[in-house]
């Protein structure tokens, strides 16, 4: 069965960093494209950064882009989310998700507040 399981959320005051996790199991993960969403209270889920299975990144036009970098390390079947200079309005639950098992972690909160 496919899982994924995220980590790493937390508190932190405007300007800090955090790292995100997302550990998956069950899968061929190495294989496919993961992603990163957030939904923040009372908005819609929104992409924030996909990481193709050779660790290409694309951020579209996410307001994370050139603060957040997406990475992986497929031995560990795990993903990342480096998250700098962060701002009150990235406060938000953060998931990944794999496309192709259209499964989604649990998701773990981030809260950005002075």
């Known amino acids: 069965q496919v899982h994924l399981a995220e980590s790493g959320g937390g508190s932190v005051q405007p300007g800090g960093s955090l790292t995100l996790f997302c550990a998956a199991s069950g899968g061929i993960f190495r294989l496919y494209s993961m992603d990163w969403y957030r939904q923040a209270p009372g908005k819609q889920r929104e992409l924030v950064a996909s990481i193709s299975s050779s660790g290409r990144t694309d951020y579209l036009d996410s307001p994370v882009k050139g603060r957040f970098t997406a990475s992986r390390v497929n031995a560990k079947d795990t993903v990342y989310l480096q998250m700098n200079s962060l701002r009150p309005e990235d406060t938000a639950v953060y998931y990944c998700?794999?496309?192709?098992?259209?499964?989604w972690g649990q998701g773990t909160q981030v809260t950005v507040s002075s």
């Open positions: 998700y794999v496309p192709a098992y259209d499964t």
